[in-house]
């Protein structure tokens, strides 16, 4: 008598009632595991004046948005237009943090007429800012560190030669500009990327960032930006931010003992608030085998998971209607006229034509990066809040794709 297939759910919601209820592709979020995630990190830093800024570039929805406000969160921005959702989504101006990279002082200036803070990382930049409003708007700094604490270098945004920040080689140049033109700097900000392996090389990289800002008399508060690593796979490596959480703690707090003032020590983390909560639903259209590979043909594409081919992301890919059958070996691929391959060679178990394959880690940089390529529709999000399905975007049409496009005379 054959084994009873158990369905895979997320917060008992089975793939099947998510599909029949939405169809197909789907994005899926545990609002259980933001919470959790949030939880953790507040907890790591208990002993700090701790503010987290929730990064929403990595899943813009705004019922995301709405939930880590109702948590406590600010928010980390990096244009004018999330600076406006954020707004749209009930956080106060103070507690959006503005950082965005390559602008113009236009936009800048749009960030200061909103009344959020305004984090410069740009000599040019901070120059024009001080011209226009000297030391009646205050800004913070992002300093680069020149230090790598993660390990894909498509997302290092610390390195020597990347376009992010300051370089603290030129703190002295920084120095004059500030007090030339009377600029009060109450924030100094790092990022030093993505997935970072190394507490102690990130460590550094503050050990860095707080030599510099005690230079600096007027701060409020310090941002060591992010770039927290989760597990991609089982016995991956993921940071540990209860270390973190107690080495910074201890560090930040014989700082601000030496500064003479309880500085704000605010982190903004995106992936790993979101990441693990994310999961990316689609069905096998149609099973190929060649004279060396078996391919999965799914009915998406890199329009809507674009990480695998963009980054060389991982994804762990489970057979949602048979997650414990026999492990094959398939390729899996994207329905869009490029090479859109999601995995090689993966062992997953034994597929069937319209089965349904669940994309983990499908939170963050997923739906936010996703496009119209090849005229395909945007899929739709769904949000599971205690153990109930909510439709939080709903799917395109063709409506969607139209919107904007104008009409001219044939005959003009």
């Known amino acids: ?41 507040t907890s790591a830093f208990s002993g700090a004046n701790l503010k987290v800024n929730y990064a929403c570039k990595a899943l813009n929805n705004i019922n995301v948005l709405r939930h880590f406000k109702k948590l406590g969160s600010g928010l980390d921005t990096v244009s004018i237009q999330e600076v406006e959702l954020g707004l749209e989504a009930g956080f106060k101006p103070e507690d959006i943090i503005f950082t965005p990279n390559g602008v113009s002082i236009e936009e800048i200036s749009q960030g ?14 901070l120059e024009q800012f001080g011209a226009l409003y000297g030391d009646t708007y205050p800004v913070c700094i992002r300093l680069n560190p020149h230090i790598n604490a993660g390990g894909n270098a498509n997302i290092s945004v610390g390195h020597i030669d990347s376009k992010f920040g300051i370089s603290i080689h030129q703190t002295r140049h920084l120095e004059r500009m500030v007090k030339s033109l009377g600029i009060r700097v109450n924030g100094m900000h790092m990022h030093t990327g993505s997935d ?21 008399d007027d701060l409020d508060y310090i941002d060591f930006g992010s770039g927290f690593k989760v597990a991609y796979k089982q016995d991956d490596i993921s940071t540990d931010i209860e270390e973190l959480g107690k080495k910074m703690t201890a560090m930040f ?72 059958g026999k492990n094959r070996v398939y390729t899996v691929v994207g329905y869009i006229c490029e090479t859109d391959t999601f995995a090689s060679d993966r062992l997953i178990s034994e597929i069937k034509e319209g089965d349904v394959l669940v994309f983990h880690n499908a939170g963050a940089y997923c739906f936010a990066m996703s496009n119209n390529y090849n005229s395909r529709y945007r899929p739709a999000e769904v949000l599971i809040r205690d153990e109930k399905p909510f439709l939080i975007r709903k799917r395109e049409t063709m409506e969607d794709l139209l919107r904007n496009q104008i009409l001219i005379d044939q005959e003009s």
């Open 1 to 41: 008598m054959s084994a009873k297939i158990t369905e895979f759910s997320i917060e008992g919601v089975t793939v099947s009632e998510l599909i029949e209820s939405y169809g197909d592709p789907l994005y899926v979020y545990n609002e259980t595991k933001m919470t959790a995630q949030y939880n953790r990190i």
């Open 112 to 125: 200061v007429a909103y009344g959020v803070r305004v984090n410069i990382d740009n000599l040019s930049i």
């Open 196 to 216: 970072i392996l190394d507490v102690d090389v990130f460590l550094r990289g503050a050990e860095l960032l707080l030599n510099i800002a005690k230079d600096f």
């Open 253 to 324: 707090s014989e700082f601000c003992d030496d500064y003479g003032k309880n500085l704000q020590i605010e982190f903004e983390p995106g992936k790993f608030l979101v990441s693990e909560a994310g999961y990316f639903l689609c069905s096998v259209n149609a099973l190929k085998q060649t004279t060396a590979t078996v391919f999965a043909h799914v009915n998406t594409g890199l329009n809507h998971l674009i990480r695998p081919m963009l980054y060389g992301a991982y994804h762990h890919i489970t057979n949602g209607n048979n997650p414990s």
